[in-house]
């Protein structure tokens, strides 16, 4: 994890109009800068960012946060990868918390392994763009193939000499590791020599969310007698196939924009795709769809459109990821090329406007494309027919998130309709399914855990009325001052900060966010790290940050006007900083004590004898006490 030393160093040197005017072009408009949306189509620019809050917001969508969580959602990063963009690009050198011996050797052989891939892929793009053999064999096949040159190089595309040992050659003139080496795949060894494992072939660079290379896959030029038609880097510390969806750094952007991903299973379909000008495309590499694949698409859309070939074998692999992106909630839909084709071949054939027509005509909901093959092949067979009645069922019990409710009952509907059995039935046989599957969760679980899960429920009433009483307003007014005005003095010996913890050493916070950003601050400021609204804004807790904005963010602002109208007044540059922190500590204070003044009221209702009566009117007195010198230093009657 990286240090909070490191993330503040980070976000001090942020700013956010040169980070995302990377991504999106501004124009100056008043205190703020305004673009059009990179998160949807929109002709008149909503998008706002505001330097002085280092904030965005559009307007037309709704999306909003700072510069970390920009670069989250533009660029599909985790929070980490983030940080480390901008670490880079800021020139911070990150300071990671405690790690093992264990994860430092991973670390250390992963970066070694990407930079092996990274210095592989320059050799081996400059041998098919710069080398004779190269432009003579790859360069040509490719050309042949229809790829310009301008995608070549967007997709890094390279060859490798047929030598046997041209790269690997290179690789040791550069001291990298043997070892490792044999580790990419990149080589193998033959009688004690390091040699080239792609000799001879096309290699396609396989890319990770932030452009840093993970593997190869390497095609024979032409037909492939007896050798693969592609081989590919072997499982190794950064890749694991399961977990990689070729081209999904060069379609992420385009996904989000259109909300929907085309799936399709080779590398040429692509390249061939984002050529023809239909960049929301990414290849499953010619394997069956993994669940992690499947949460790698729902990261950018919920909506997923699968385009395989028409024969049997692309129906079939197509059917084999149904049910997991079921339960990952993707909508999915199909779309066979017809038969002899493949995505690469047809929208050359038909070009780019006739493919996107031809999508959007054939496009099949998934589900039903299942219970039309299924019936097919089922027949007049009765015994089949019940079986796949069963298989509907389950298939419809995995859709279970609340929100898609609707969706299921109508596939119930549908299925119901075309197997001709009744609605009804097909519903009590999907719940079925959908107990059989819990009950079968539960019995996993520890039993500790199970009674747990009971007793929440049982707690569900009591949390719904808890809710009424909790002190949100002077929670988040407390918390408000102290991110705005903590690190100012509060007298020759300490900070507002101070004053504010120490004033309420004795009390807590309702709400458990407020409580956390709360020990979060003191332990912050206890460590010497300066922290306010922005620093805390690029904190790791996602959570976490929303909450800073909705405590710190307000709707409406006062005009700057209105210094110009109320002469001398210094209405907004005035500073009202102590009045405030005594205001918001006296007021939580004051709800603080009502509610123990309340609890207090039900322990003397329900006390057994006399003493225990006297001990608690002992404290109504105290409460009553500290109550009367919080109104008088606020100046406030409470009427009883």
Same mark, same amino acid.
């Given at each position: 994890?990286?240090s ?7 976000t ?5 109009i ?7 072009k ?39 946060g700072n510069?970390i969580s920009?670069l989250m959602?533009?660029?599909k990063?985790?929070?980490?990868e983030a940080?480390?963009?901008l ?24 970066d ?10 320059k050799f081996?793009?400059e ?8 432009q003579?064999n790859?360069?040509?096949?490719l050309?042949e ?13 390279g060859y ?15 001291q ?5 080496l044999l580790?990419t ?5 033959r009688?004690?020599?390091l ?5 001879g072939r096309?290699?396609?660079?396989v890319?990770n ?10 095609r ?13 880097t ?16 060069f379609?992420?952007q ?10 399709v299973e080779?590398?040429?379909d692509?390249?061939?795709l ?7 495309v ?5 394997t ?7 949460r790698?698409?729902?990261k950018?859309?919920n909506?997923?459109?699968i385009?395989y070939?028409?024969d ?13 992106a079921?339960?990952e ?6 779309v066979?090329?017809p038969d002899?084709?493949?995505p690469?071949?047809?929208v050359?054939k038909?070009g ?5 027509? #031809?999508?959007a ?6 589900? *039903? /494309?299942? @219970?039309?093959?299924?019936l097919? %092949?089922? =027949?007049n ?23 898609d ?5 109508e596939y119930?509907r ?9 609605e009804?039935?097909?519903?009590n ?8 599957r819990?009950?079968?969760?539960e019995?996993?679980?520890p039993f ?14 009591f949390d719904?009325?808890?809710?009424i ?9 407390l918390?408000?001052v102290?991110?705005?005005?903590g690190?100012?003095?509060?007298d ?12 309420l050493?004795? #009390?807590?916070f309702d ?5 956390? *950003? /709360?020990? @979060?601050?003191?332990?912050?400021? %206890?460590? =010497? ?5 922005k ?10 940050r929303?909450?800073?904005?909705n405590?710190t ?6 005009s ?21 922190v005594?205001m ?18 039900r ?8 003493e ?7 404290v ?11 109104t ?9």
């Open positions: 994890m990286i909070p030393q490191t993330i503040q160093q980070i001090s040197r942020i700013d956010i040169d980070v995302i005017g990377e991504f999106v501004l124009k100056k408009r008043g205190a703020n800068y305004l673009g059009v949306c990179p998160f949807h189509n929109e002709k008149t620019p909503s998008f706002t960012v505001s330097p002085a809050k280092e904030i965005f917001k559009c307007f037309g969508c709704g999306k909003s510069t920009f959602e533009h660029e990063y985790s929070y980490v940080l480390k963009w670490a880079v690009r800021y020139n911070v050198e990150i300071e990671e918390t405690f790690v093992s011996d264990d994860q430092k050797q991973q670390q250390l052989a992963a070694s392994l990407y930079i092996i891939n990274a210095f592989a892929q081996f793009s041998q098919l763009l710069s080398s004779e053999e190269g003579a790859g360069l040509s096949y050309e193939r229809g790829f310009r040159k301008d995608v070549i190089e967007k997709f890094q595309l490798d000499p047929q030598s046997g040992h041209a790269f690997a050659g290179a690789a040791i003139k550069q990298y590791n043997g070892e490792l580790k795949g990149l080589v193998v060894e009688n004690g020599n040699m080239d494992n792609y000799r096309i290699i396609f660079p890319h969310n932030t452009g840093k290379i993970l593997g190869f896959g390497a024979v030029i032409g037909k492939a007698d007896k050798a693969p038609k592609y081989i590919n072997p499982e190794n510390d950064i890749y694991v196939k399961s977990r990689i969806l070729y081209g999904s750094y379609a992420r385009a996904i989000d924009k259109a909300d929907e991903c085309l799936l080779g590398y040429t692509v390249i061939s984002h050529q023809a000008g239909i960049e929301n990414v290849a499953s590499g010619g069956s769809l993994t669940i992690d694949q499947l790698l698409v729902r950018y859309t909506n997923l459109t385009i070939d028409g049997a074998a692309g129906v079939k692999a197509a059917l084999r990821g149904l049910d997991m079921i339960e909630g993707l909508n999915v839909r199909l066979l090329i002899k084709e493949d690469d071949s047809y050359n038909i780019r406007s006739a493919f996107i027509d #031809f999508i005509s054939t496009k099949k909901d998934f589900i *039903l /494309f299942q @219970l039309e093959v299924l097919s %092949e089922a =027949g067979d009765v015994t089949r027919k019940n079986e796949v009645v069963n298989q509907m069922a389950e298939t419809l019990s995995k859709i279970s998130k609340a929100e409710f609707t969706k299921q009952q119930i549908q299925c119901a309709e075309h197997l001709k059995i009744d009804s039935g097909m519903t046989l999907v719940n079925k399914y959908k107990r059989d819990i009950a079968k969760d019995k996993k679980l500790e855990e199970t009674n747990f899960n009971a007793a929440k429920n049982d707690q569900t009433a719904d009325n808890t809710l009483n909790q002190d949100d307003p002077q929670e988040k007014n918390l408000k102290l991110l705005e005005h690190l100012k003095k509060w020759e010996e300490q900070t507002m900060a101070q004053y504010i913890i120490s004033e050493s004795q #009390f807590q709400d458990p966010m407020h409580e956390k *950003l /709360f020990d @979060l601050y003191q332990s912050q400021y %206890e460590q =010497g790290l300066e922290p306010t609204a620093t805390l804004m690029y904190y790791e807790d996602e959570a976490m929303t909450l800073v904005v405590i963010m307000n709707k409406y602002e006062l700057q006007k209105w210094d110009e109208v109320m002469e001398n007044m210094n209405i907004l540059n005035r500073d009202t900083s102590r009045q405030d005594v918001s500590v006296n007021y939580f204070k004051l709800r603080k004590i009502k509610k123990m003044f309340e609890e207090n009221q322990d003397m209702a329900a006390a057994k004898d006399f225990e009566q006297m001990k608690l009117i002992e109504h007195k105290q409460l009553k006490d500290f109550e009367v010198q919080i008088k230093e606020l100046g406030t009657v409470i009427l009883k």
